[in-house]
């Protein structure tokens, strides 16, 4: 399948978030009739003459050199994750080469597991099309409810467009649902012959409209860290910090969320932390 419509709505959107002002141009007040920069500006600014910056916007890619790439992204003043994610849409411009169609990855390597269960903070693996694959018995606790080791995997982003409760979870419902759209953006970029994660992007936007519209937006962001505020019934709200560790060769991720030392949210975690072992301790006793 060929990627020009994403290319051309990707660059048309860049180009409409930079101002002239921004990138040091003058206007002389003449009326505008585009937001953001004209194409003839952007080629100006890239240093390519603006039919070839205009085939560019068509979403032709292929073959475009690095040095073009780059003078493009200083241009459209992207950056990190957008910069990137221009350079998978020119990859994947050339067309599926030999061992690109990678898979979704779905296990998790007892070394990880094991990590997991070592963490003193509320932790999951979640793969690049944000299914979460694992997750220790305090993330469980913290998630109340919604997580189940018996129906794994569990999609994030299922579960922020299709289900009632996550709002309800999720305080900060808007800023996470932003944010994992962008990252599901970002990975068809990198990854866009994975069936998987069509059919997941086609399954949301059939069904919801908030998805549709952070769809077309075409933001792509890295996640390393961000506030997350959750409610969970038995502590009420938390105030905590998400943090996301990659683990390049396997294709996953580890979020833990932790608290500023002696806060409510700290005091809260130190609760759950010992609801969730007795809780285990139970459930262990029960099947033995």
């Known amino acids: 399948m060929s990627n020009k419509d994403d290319v051309r709505e990707f660059l048309t959107s860049r180009r409409a978030k930079v101002t002239p002002q921004q990138a040091g141009l003058q206007t002389f007040g003449d009326k505008r009739r585009v937001a953001g920069l004209r194409r003839e500006e952007v080629a100006l600014l890239a240093g390519v003459s603006a039919d070839y910056y205009i085939r560019l916007e068509r979403g032709n890619l292929a073959g475009v050199s690095e ?4 003078s493009l992204a200083q241009a459209l003043r992207l ?9 998978d849409l020119a990859r994947a411009s050339t067309g599926p080469v030999r061992g690109s169609r990678r898979t979704t990855v779905s296990k998790v390597r007892p070394g990880v597991l094991r990590l997991l269960d070592a963490l003193a903070t509320p932790a999951y693996v979640r793969n690049a ?33 299709l289900d009632h409760r996550a709002p309800e979870f999720f305080l900060d419902w808007e800023n996470v649902a932003d944010d994992s759209v962008a990252a599901l953006r970002a990975e068809a970029g990198r990854n866009p012959h994975d069936k998987s994660l069509t059919d997941l992007v086609g399954e949301l936007a059939t069904r919801s409209e908030e998805f549709r519209t952070r769809w077309a937006r075409h933001n792509v962001k890295y996640h390393r860290t961000a506030a997350k505020r959750l409610h969970n019934s038995l502590v009420g709200d938390l105030e905590l910090t998400g943090e996301a560790m990659e683990l390049p060769g396997d294709g996953l991720v580890i979020i833990t969320y932790t608290a500023e030392s002696d806060s409510p949210a700290a005091e809260a975690l130190r609760f759950l932390s010992s609801w969730a072992t007795q809780h285990s301790e139970a459930q262990r006793s029960t099947t033995e």
């Open 67 to 70: 040095q073009v790439l780059d």
């Open 129 to 161: 099309r944000t299914d979460i694959l694992a997750f220790n018995d305090l993330a469980l606790a913290l998630y109340d409810g919604i997580l189940d080791r018996a129906r794994l995997p569990f999609n994030v982003a299922r579960f922020l467009f």
């Open 79 to 87: 950056d990190d994750a957008e910069r990137a994610h221009l350079f």
